[in-house]
């Protein structure tokens, strides 16, 4: 049975108004946007897909990372905001909800292994009989195979059908210039969050912003 993240929202002030924002934060820090050596919360606001990195820190808000959160903010601006660092940043108004983050959080239909079969964002690249696979086991043992680098794996599923990619790198195998291009490619491409629908040992991973398919999967073990 599928572990969902309840993520919430809250209500915030947009510079000129009165009104509060909803946000939700999730449970995982990742690497910053254009900062190195800074890990950043990822939020999005009420209405939007997906998620954002947030760099810098939310006024009043102590992050536990064994849980998510639903929190009511007021934005602000910041004119003199360093190089790299967001103007607009968020004070915290109160915690409205929080949610223990789950330990594992693949569904059932997805757990085992998987091979990439189409990839719909470039028609030139054929991925069918190149090694593009994945082997999905709980949030420890989870891995993938991107051409010729092999990634330590984290899923996070939400509501609605969305999950969100993460890797760390674990092994480097010899790579041709193609291969490596195709590898960090779709690298950058599935360190994303998509929508996923699953049937009958099939997998599609479809855009959270255009809801078109982007890459299919089938299973390889059944």
């Not at 929190?71 to 968020?90: G, H, I, M, N, W």
């Not at 998987?114 to 949030?139: C, P, Q, Y």
């Not at 790198?169 to 960090?184: H, P, R, V, Y």
Request: proline content about 2%; glycine content about 4%.
């Amino acid at each position: 049975m599928r572990t969902l993240l309840v993520i919430l929202f809250c209500t915030a002030l947009v510079a000129g108004h009165s009104k509060n924002k909803v946000i939700y934060i999730l449970n995982k820090l990742v690497a910053c946007d254009n900062i190195t050596d800074m890990n950043c919360i990822q939020y999005h606001e009420q209405g939007e897909k997906g998620w954002k990195t947030l760099k810098g820190q939310i006024e009043g808000f102590r992050f536990d990372p064994d849980m998510c959160y639903k929190l009511e903010v007021k934005d602000y601006q910041v004119p003199d905001a360093k190089a790299d660092y967001e103007s607009k940043r968020f004070k915290l108004v109160k915690v409205l909800a929080k949610t223990e983050a789950p330990v594992e959080a693949i569904p059932e239909e997805m757990k085992g292994y998987w091979k990439m079969t189409r990839m719909n964002f470039d028609s030139s690249r054929n991925v069918a009989d190149r090694n593009i696979s994945f082997h999905l086991a709980g949030e420890a043992n989870s891995q993938a195979t991107l051409v010729c680098q092999t990634y330590k794996l984290q899923l996070v599923f939400f509501e609605q059908n969305q999950v969100k990619f993460s890797f760390k790198k674990s092994k480097n195998k010899s790579c041709d210039d193609a291969s490596f291009d195709l590898s960090m490619a779709l690298y950058d491409l599935l360190s994303n969050t998509f929508i996923y629908e699953c049937h009958n040992g099939y997998c599609s991973l479809q855009s959270t912003e255009s809801g078109k398919t982007v890459f299919e999967l089938a299973r390889t073990d059944l």
